[in-house]
């Protein structure tokens, strides 16, 4: 059976009363108000942070430099230099020489710059040696190569022959062509020689080229009184005919006389230069051809085995052998 708790409970609560009245009571403790502890709280971190501050050493502050702006250049203005062009020299060299159609063969053509030696009418005696020099341009398209030659066309060979230019001479370039030759004896007064530039083919272009020559006395010569002359009526197989290989045919050509003096019957249309055809020769006319009238010259030609172009040149002929007058052309061409 359990014990009944009561009685001590109440001695429990005696004790404390009598326990409570022997002390004596104590004021009591404001209560401290929120704000005010607040604020002590805030002033003791400034107060430390403060100390701190004090606590620690002065930075002593540099001044930054100050940038001196130096004063502006006084605007310039702007110049805009214009370029003198200089006026262009005026070239005083000789006038350029005209391109003469007539003298052309195909693209082939030439003309005189200058007589370098022998000008005309120089005085030689009889036997004396000289060297003439052309000045020639080439005024053709096409150049001229070292076979081409400087051919005889007629007058008084000089001693002199047919010879290789032996040089290449280029569209528009300048070259000198040189024959060594000799005063023929037994004339006297003007005597001329006639040459003129051909192709490696025999084909003629450009002018004839005189050299005119004085040799002591009087007697008049052909050439001297100018009195034979000659020109071309008209002619069978015309300038570029075609030919087959071996072919035949007869060349005629109608010439006039249109000097001062009768041609005899022992004067001849005479090969001066170019291709050498089989069957040409040299034409007796064998009749008198007074001024003013004409004469038929024909020959009979064999065309070369070779296809090719082909020129032949002829003249008339005195009976002491001086040549006068045109130069007559026979050309094919061979297919």
Do not use: H
Not at 8 to 34: G, H, K, N, V, Y
């Amino acid at each position: 059976m359990q014990k009944p708790r009561f009685p001590l409970f109440w001695i429990s609560i005696a004790f404390l009363l009598i326990l409570s009245a022997c002390t004596s009571p104590a004021a009591p403790e404001p209560t401290q108000d929120i704000s005010e502890l607040v604020n002590q709280i805030a002033g003791t971190i400034q107060a430390g942070y403060t100390q701190t501050a004090l606590a620690m050493p002065t930075a002593t502050s540099t001044p930054e430099p100050t940038l001196t702006l130096e004063p502006s250049a006084t605007p310039q203005p702007l110049v805009v230099v214009t370029p003198t062009l200089a006026a262009s020299p005026t070239l005083s060299g000789p006038t350029p020489l005209p391109i003469d159609p007539s003298t052309a063969n195909g693209c082939y053509n030439a003309a005189l710059v200058a007589n370098v030696t022998v000008p005309p009418g120089s005085a030689y005696k009889a036997g004396d040696d000289f060297t003439k020099t052309w000045r020639l341009i080439n005024t053709g398209t096409c150049d001229w190569t070292a076979d081409f030659k400087i051919t005889y066309v007629g007058g008084d060979l000089f001693g002199s022959d047919t010879t290789k230019i032996r040089q290449r001479v280029g569209v528009g370039s300048i070259a000198d062509i040189s024959l060594e030759m000799e005063a023929p004896d037994g004339l006297s007064g003007t005597v001329v020689s006639n040459w003129q530039m051909a192709t490696d083919t025999g084909s003629l272009f450009g002018p004839v080229l005189t050299v005119s020559i004085l040799l002591p006395g009087s007697k008049p010569t052909a050439t001297d009184v100018g009195c034979y002359n000659s020109a071309l009526v008209s002619e069978t197989i015309p300038t570029g005919a075609r030919m087959t290989p071996g072919e035949s045919f007869e060349k005629t050509w109608t010439i006039k006389n249109t000097g001062t003096c009768d041609w005899l019957r022992d004067f001849f249309f005479d090969y001066v230069g170019g291709y050498d055809f089989q069957g040409a020769d040299r034409v007796r006319i064998t009749q008198k051809v007074v001024p003013g009238s004409t004469v038929d010259i024909s020959m009979s030609i064999v065309a070369p085995d070779d296809p090719d172009t082909y020129t032949s040149s002829w003249r008339m002929r005195t009976d002491d052998g001086s040549f006068f007058g045109q130069v007559f052309t026979i050309e094919i061409k061979v297919k």
